[in-house]
């Protein structure tokens, strides 16, 4: 048989097959007992800022009997003023390109199923209350109506939205921040893009303020200040604007990134960078007391020292955690902090680079990340030096009056051989006449290590008996003294040392290391 009617013959056997496919009769059930099953019987969004779309849920509508349905009708309960949108077997809009309300004459064949999309995006009220959006599905077949709740829980909210290139100086955008403006905790403030701080002014949060911040955006201090106001009982939270349960403990979901681009051969080249969820770019003495940053890429980054200030930051009482990247990171800046505690970072929990002056008393940098990616960093990293163009070294020595005192360095890494929580990368280590760390309790097996950067109240070896890994308590267990650190005051006055980052008192003169005080 030639190959041509080789070919023949497989084309006709395929067009009868087809054919007796096609003629294949469906046969349905019209039981009025034979009723639909569902994945689930309703779908509840998390909460979801107005005017925002929320993150697509998905329902099964199930045929378990073994003959097909034919579902008269599909439809939101709602119709036009439904806040809800829904996608049914990929069908999403309709033959003119709009959104769909319903569908009819649906087959489900025997032991199968359909799936349905929803979203949903509330319309804004005038409560500063939490409120609830409900609609129905509607399912009508054999005479029974069946229906599938649709429940969100809706949030009003102050919107902060800044488009624009910021790097592009021949078109900058416009500040939509007044100079000294003041964010209240009446409603949450969600922020879309980088919101700048222009130089000389300021952006004050008061206590309970909730900001919420989009993927790319976050707040960029150039040369001006921030005021977080918290309190211990009001705390100043910042996070990702993602609110349903699956991104509660998801790294990364929000940091500054600007576009850029340039010509190269005559072609236009474009690329982003990214800097911290909060920028500190050349801040004068910004101050965070009592916040929680959580899940961004890097916290908060601090860039040089404004003209005329002490600090470009005062960090206290407050927690930075879940960040994919660095909880702190310092280039050249100018910080004091105390009682904090920065954890879970998929790279460091703090890194202090390229020199500048750091004052870190009482904090806890605790480095247990199991984000899904394999950590490179130490819990801690500091540097006063790199290499230009032309390979030339460039030093940046810390100044004097650098110190880490009274802190806890310690993660998961600690027994992996090869590792420490501590890492040193001085230009000229012994140039440091004074111990950079003072009765802290550290990681440090390297052999090369600068050991006079740790002063003699400095145990390497001792890991802290942290109350609970797993839950991420890192309080203290027991009473051994190998924990007691020394007084932190000066530089810190009395009144900002007596208290713990929970509020329970502490010590003065023989504080527990760490950001938490024992009973």
């Not at 910080?335 to 202090?352: K, P, S, V, Y």
Request: glycine residues 10%.
């Amino acid at each position: 048989m030639s190959n041509r009617i080789r070919l023949l013959f497989v084309i006709v056997n395929i067009l009868v097959w087809a054919t007796v496919q096609g003629c294949t009769k469906i046969t349905y059930t019209t039981d009025t007992n034979s009723k639909l099953e569902f994945s689930k019987d309703t779908l509840l969004f998390d909460s979801v800022f107005t005017t925002i779309g929320s993150v697509s849920l998905y329902l099964s509508v199930i045929n378990s009997h073994d003959q097909a349905l034919l579902l008269d009708e599909i439809e939101l309960v709602g119709g036009e003023n439904s806040s809800y949108r829904i996608n049914i077997n990929g069908q999403g809009l309709n033959s003119l390109g709009e959104e769909i309300l319903g569908v009819e004459d649906v087959t489900i064949l025997p032991n199968d199923s359909l799936f349905i999309f929803v979203e949903v995006t509330v319309d804004p009220t005038n409560s500063s209350s939490d409120f609830i959006d409900q609609d129905r599905l509607r399912f009508r077949v054999n005479g029974n109506d069946q229906f599938v709740e649709l429940i969100s829980y809706g949030r009003n909210a102050v919107f902060h939205y800044q488009p624009g290139n910021w790097f592009n100086y021949n078109n900058p955008p416009e500040n939509i921040l007044e100079c000294d403006e003041v964010w209240n905790s009446d409603l949450p403030h969600v922020i879309y893009g980088p919101i700048r701080v222009s130089p000389g002014c300021s952006l004050t949060i008061e206590a309970g303020a909730e900001i919420y911040v989009h993927s790319g955006s976050g707040i960029w201090v150039q040369g001006g200040s921030l005021n977080v106001e918290g309190t211990l009982e009001e705390k100043v939270i910042f996070q990702g604007d993602r609110l349903s349960s699956s991104f509660q403990d998801y790294p990364g979901q929000w940091g500054l990134e600007f576009p850029l681009e340039f010509q190269y051969e005559g072609e236009n080249i474009y690329y982003s960078v990214s800097r911290g969820g909060i920028w500190l770019d050349r801040s004068t003495n910004s101050t965070i007391n009592h916040a929680i940053i959580k899940n961004a890429g890097i916290g908060i980054w601090v860039d040089s020292l404004g003209q005329g200030a002490e600090y470009a930051l005062t960090l206290s009482n407050t927690q930075i955690s879940n960040m994919s990247s660095i909880g702190l990171l310092s280039q050249g800046g100018y910080i004091q902090g105390i009682n904090n505690l920065i954890a879970d970072c998929g790279e460091t929990c703090g890194a202090f680079t390229l020199g500048g002056k750091i004052v870190m008393h009482l904090s806890t940098f605790a480095n247990y990340w199991v984000g899904g990616s394999v950590r490179q960093g130490s819990s801690v990293y500091i540097n006063d030096w790199y290499e230009s163009s032309g390979d030339i070294i460039q030093h940046r020595p810390f100044e004097e009056g650098t110190e880490f005192r009274n802190c806890l360095i310690w993660g998961n890494n600690a027994e992996v051989t090869d590792f420490d929580e501590l890492i040193s990368n001085l230009y000229i280590p012994s140039m440091y006449s004074s111990p950079l760390f003072s009765s802290c309790g550290v990681d440090v097996q390297d052999e090369d290590f600068p050991n006079f950067l740790l002063d003699a109240n400095c145990t390497s070896d001792v890991e802290p008996d942290f109350v609970s890994i797993a839950n991420r308590d890192f309080h203290l267990n027991g009473n051994s003294t190998v924990w007691q650190g020394v007084s932190s005051s000066p530089p810190f006055a009395a009144s900002e040392v007596s208290k713990d980052l929970d509020g329970q008192p502490r010590s003065t003169f023989s504080p527990d290391r760490g950001c938490f005080e024992r009973p």
